[in-house]
C-alpha cells in the first residue's frame, strides 16, 4: 500500500466547472505537500505546494491542506481543456531523506 | 545546459548488459533523486542523494546503484539489466531536501529485452 493515495481516475468534468482531486497520506511527520501536473510523455511539473493548515490560492488553482485529516487537495476553477493531465500528488518522506513520495496519480479529462 | 538534463532520452538494452543513466544539473541543488515510473504504479524513488558524497536508498532500489562525486551529477548504474527494469526514469533535484520544488529532468525511457 502506498503511502500517499489518490483515487485514479478518470475523473472528467466538463468545461467551466470546478475538477476536485483528493490525496491522503500515512506518515503524519509529513510537512511539505505538493501538487504536479503531468502530460503524458512528459515530466511532472510542479502546480502548487502548501506547508500549512488551510487553503492557499494561486490563480485558478487552491490547495487545501487539513494535517489533522491527513488528507490534501486541489481545487481547478474553470476548468479548461488544457488542464487534462495526470495530477500528481507529492508529500516528502522523513525516511527518505525528505524525498518526495508520489501518488499514482488522478487522471483529469476537461471535456468540451 | 539550462536546468537538469538526462541522457539518453531513450535506449533499448539487452537483458544482463550494464547501463548507466546520466543527470546533471546546473542549479547547484543539494539534494538529487531518481525516480521509475510505470503504469498504475506512479513514480517511485529508487535512490536519493542529500548533498555531494551521500546517497541513500529508496522505495525500490535493488538492482541499482548510485555515486554523488560532485553537486552537478548524480548517474544511475543498472549492473545486469533485467526486464523488469523496463521503465521511464527521471531525475529530480532540489535546493534543499523534500522542503522545496523538485525539477525533473525530461526522462529516459528505457526498455530491456
Known amino acids: 500500500q502506498k503511502e500517499v493515495e489518490q483515487n485514479s481516475g478518470p475523473l472528467s468534468v466538463p468545461e467551466g466547472a470546478i475538477a476536485s482531486l483528493n490525496c491522503t497520506y500515512s506518515d503524519r511527520g509529513s510537512q511539505s505537500f505538493f501538487w504536479y501536473r503531468q502530460y503524458s510523455g512528459k515530466s511532472p511539473e510542479l502546480i502548487m505546494f502548501?506547508?500549512?493548515?488551510g487553503d492557499k490560492e494561486d490563480g485558478r488553482f487552491t490547495a487545501q491542506l487539513n494535517k489533522a485529516s491527513q488528507y490534501v487537495s486541489l481545487l481547478i476553477r474553470d476548468s479548461q481543456p488544457s488542464d487534462s493531465a495526470t495530477y500528481l500528488c507529492?508529500?516528502?518522506?522523513?525516511?527518505?531523506?525528505?524525498?518526495?513520495?508520489f501518488g499514482k496519480g488522478t487522471s483529469l479529462l476537461v471535456t468540451p | 545546459i539550462a536546468g537538469i538534463t538526462q541522457a539518453p532520452t531513450s535506449q533499448i538494452l539487452a537483458a544482463g548488459r550494464r547501463m548507466t543513466l546520466r543527470c546533471t544539473q546546473d542549479?547547484?541543488?543539494?539534494?538529487m533523486y531518481w525516480y521509475r515510473q510505470d503504469l498504475g504504479l506512479g513514480l517511485r524513488l529508487i535512490h536519493y542523494s542529500n548533498t555531494a558524497g551521500t546517497t541513500g536508498k529508496g522505495e525500490v532500489p535493488d538492482g541499482y546503484s548510485v555515486s554523488r562525486a560532485n553537486t552537478d551529477d548524480f548517474p544511475l548504474t543498472l549492473a545486469s539489466a533485467v526486464p523488469s527494469q523496463t521503465s521511464v526514469y527521471f531525475c529530480?533535484?532540489?535546493?534543499?531536501?523534500?522542503?522545496?520544488?523538485?525539477?525533473f529532468g525530461q526522462g529516459t525511457r528505457l526498455t530491456v529485452v
Open positions: 529530480a533535484s532540489t535546493p534543499s531536501p523534500g522542503t522545496t520544488e523538485a525539477f
Open positions: 507529492a508529500v516528502n518522506m522523513k525516511y527518505s531523506g525528505y524525498a518526495l513520495n
Open positions: 542549479m547547484r541543488h543539494n539534494a
Open positions: 502548501i506547508y500549512s493548515n
